[in-house]
């Protein structure tokens, strides 16, 4: 049986040192530009929670096909990229799952951390119908979450955002 509060719960364990290592590796890039450096060298930087690798995508530095080949392809079964997209006034957290199979890798962008009231959790899209993702145990899986109407899922997304700000914020 999914634990269903981890989720949620391992994304923030994770989160505050993927966000520092994340920041360093952009500011050594910004560092490297303003020196003029003949060769500018940047970095990923990945978490690693069983067979799932966590990863921050941001403009200067995005988590393009081969890092996450190379990711992948030693081992690892998901990886779970985050960026955020322009969203009114505060910047919104949107994930890409990124899968394989032999070496054909798929990628599924388009997904939110969701957070329910009692701690359930789960990665969703906007609209029903895709299907949802949980993390159980050290892997990331597919999922049913039945049963939630409009405000519920806007509700537990605005919920899920402010937790993933306030880790951004306090790292």
Known sequence: MTDMTQTAATIACVA??????????????????????????QYTAFKNVGRIQLAISTL???????????????????????????HRRLPRPTFEIVTRRGRQVTRCSGYRLWLAP????????????????????????????VGLGDAERRDGFARADRMLRRIAWDA
């Open 16 to 41: 505050p040192s993927l966000v520092r290592e994340t920041q360093a590796a952009h500011d050594n890039f910004s560092r490297q530009v303003q020196q003029r450096a003949e060769q500018v060298y």
């Open 60 to 86: 200067y530095i995005p988590v393009d096909d081969e890092t996450v080949r190379q990711c992948l392809y030693d081992g690892h079964g998901h990886a779970l990229i985050v960026s955020s997209v322009r």
């Open 118 to 145: 009692n701690g359930d959790s789960a990665l969703l899209t906007e609209k029903p119908g895709r299907p949802a993702w949980r993390v159980a145990g050290t892997a990331l899986v597919r999922a049913r979450v």
